[in-house]
């Protein structure tokens, strides 16, 4: 069973920067974030393959770097420049395969999400 474990959420500033992770119970999955915000759906963040390709969402792009190490089967989110409207729940995902996906329907299982909450 795939189990997925974020960490590192918590209340920030705007302005300011926090680093999220996932820790993964499997290897050669392409990896990704998610978000969701109170009484929105949930929308694709960025996602990484197994060998390193990443695709980011425009809102995000040039402020959110994710990066992973397969060493220890852990994605991370590095997320800088926070504004108020990247308050949400964030979530981890993984999908089996070498290629990303942007949609919550390419993913097959999820952990259990982390808040992230900007203050202005």
């Known amino acids: 069973q795939v189990q997925l474990v974020e960490s590192g959420g918590g209340l920030v500033q705007a302005g300011g920067s926090l680093r999220l992770s996932c820790a993964a119970s499997?290897?050669?999955?392409?990896l990704g974030w998610f978000r969701q915000a109170p009484g929105k759906a949930r929308e694709f963040v960025a996602t990484i393959s197994w060998s390193g390709g990443t695709y980011y969402a425009d809102s995000v792009k040039g402020r959110f770097t994710i990066s992973r190490d397969n060493a220890k089967n852990t994605v991370y989110l590095q997320m800088n420049s926070l504004k108020p409207e990247d308050t949400a729940v964030y979530y981890c995902?993984?999908?089996?395969?070498?290629?990303?996906?942007?949609?919550?329907?390419?993913?097959?299982?999820w952990g259990q999400g982390t808040q992230v909450t900007v203050s202005s």
């Open positions: 499997v290897r050669t999955f392409t």
């Open positions: 995902a993984a999908r089996p395969g070498i290629t990303t996906a942007t949609m919550t329907s390419g993913y097959n299982y």
